[in-house]
């Protein structure tokens, strides 16, 4: 993979830090540079990916003529004389209609040969044997193929599966579907981290472990495994060379103090960086490298920085795998409906509820504190040295 490596030390502050815009390009480079493989997987596992083929019928939909109501189904012109009964999903038992014929009959069941049409029970009097209404030829029957025909292609390549795919493809007879869906392991680091009870005395509950799964959906990925690691250097690397999925994210090792051994863990495995640090606040402690086909991203372990991060790396690179759009895109340029300093060489993320052509702070979004996220909706991306006019939004989960 030919990816140059950080552009971005004119930024100043932190040498070497790309430009927040540029970093994201660089993400989405890799991204689709990498790509994920097609792979087969079951109705239950598949929702998110592209399809990576068009979806076939692979029967004729309706499979079989069905009624569309319960009632009576009828052949010729009434009355009819009553001869059976037809539930859904029962045997057909050889019932064929002749003229002048009805058989009483559920949503859904097989509609018997010869029937013209369904007359709902509320069109409908019954006396004695007979059946009576106005029947309209052709009503209130699902014909067989009259919503798509056998082979038929009814979805392209490159679809997204949503519930409403997954329904229609079961609907089709798929049992599974050939799918691009990035695979995502998370390793959460550092000693002081529980995930359970209580915070204080040093202990810190994990807040990306609960956080990232949701952000890694959004972006049309699947998790595999959060893991919980200590701060050693040999279990980070062993854990990142066995992950066995297309990206593993670490958490909180990104930094430079003693216990931040992403970077020299990279060094050791020889993988190709492409962003270590991006110009921005919160959140510049950010890595994006790759090596035989795995990409690793490393995120702050500040929790607002980490989402930040999230958003700037993680979820471009995952929709460019995939190839579907940047679920964070779409929200119109706005103003600020509070006074906002840009700094002088980073992108600030600022926390904002979107309103009606302008966009307001929630505050609370200090590196450490998801408070602000939480009330927001969308970060405001206030550029270096900005100093007033519309600002970009980059959409929250
Ligand atoms: N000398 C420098 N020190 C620091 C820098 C720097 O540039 N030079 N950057 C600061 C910034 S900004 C950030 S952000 C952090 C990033 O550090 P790490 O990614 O190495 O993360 P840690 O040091 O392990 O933790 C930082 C902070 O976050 C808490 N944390 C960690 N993981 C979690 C988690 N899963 N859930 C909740 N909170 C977490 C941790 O307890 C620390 O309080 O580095 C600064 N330092
Ligand atoms: O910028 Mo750090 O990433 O402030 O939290």
Redesign the pocket.
């Given at each position: 993979m030919d990816i140059p490596v950080a552009d971005g030390a004119a930024c100043g502050g932190?040498g070497g830090a790309v430009p927040w815009a540029r970093a994201r390009e660089r993400a989405r480079e890799l991204g689709a540079r990498s790509g994920t493989p097609a792979r087969d997987l079951p109705l239950g596992r598949a929702l998110g990916g592209v399809l990576a083929d068009d979806l076939r019928a692979l029967v004729g939909l309706p499979a079989f003529d069905a009624s569309a109501m319960d009632g009576f189904a009828v052949a010729g012109e009434g009355p009819w004389r009553l001869v059976g009964a037809q539930l859904a999903g029962a045997p057909v038992a050889g019932l064929s209609l002749g003229r002048g014929e009805a058989v009483e009959i559920a949503t859904g069941a097989r509609a018997p040969k010869g029937t013209e049409s369904v007359l709902p029970y509320e069109h409908a009097e019954v006396e004695d044997g007979w059946v009576r209404g106005e029947a309209l030829p052709g009503r209130h029957v699902r014909w067989s193929g009259e919503e798509s025909a056998p082979g038929e292609r009814v979805l392209e390549a490159g679809t997204e599966v949503t519930p409403a795919v997954l329904g229609l493809a079961a609907s089709l007879g798929h049992d599974g579907l050939g799918v691009r869906l990035p695979t995502v392991s998370v390793l959460?680091?550092?000693d002081?981290?529980a995930t359970n009870g209580l915070p204080g005395d040093g202990v810190?509950?994990?807040?990306?472990?609960p956080l990232l799964p949701g952000v890694v959906a959004w972006a049309g990925a699947h998790l595999d495994r959060v893991r919980m690691l200590g701060?050693g250097f040999g279990d980070l690397g062993e854990a990142l060379t066995t992950a066995g999925t297309d990206v593993v994210v670490v958490?909180?090792?990104?930094?430079?103090?003693p216990?931040?051994h992403?970077r020299g863990v990279l060094r050791e495995l020889d993988a190709e960086v492409v962003v270590d640090g991006v110009a921005c606040?919160?959140?510049?402690?950010q890595l994006l490298a790759h090596r035989d086909g795995t990409v690793f991203v490393?995120?702050?372990?500040?929790?607002n920085?980490?989402l930040v991060a999230s958003l700037t790396l993680l979820v471009p690179l995952l929709c460019a795998m995939s190839g579907r759009p940047d679920p964070t895109a779409g929200l119109a340029r706005t103003t600020l409906g509070a006074d906002v300093r840009s700094r002088p060489d980073d992108t600030r993320l600022v926390a904002v509820r979107v309103g009606e052509g302008y966009a307001e702070p929630v505050g609370h979004d200090r590196?450490?504190s998801l408070r602000g996220a939480a009330l927001a909706d969308a970060y405001a991306v206030v550029p270096p040295g900005w100093a007033g006019g519309e600002v970009d939004l980059l959409r929250l989960p």
């Open positions: 932190h959460v680091t550092g002081e981290l810190v509950r994990d807040a990306i472990g701060d958490c909180g090792s990104s930094s430079k103090g216990a931040d992403l606040r919160p959140g510049h402690p490393g995120l702050p372990g500040n929790p920085a980490a590196p450490g």
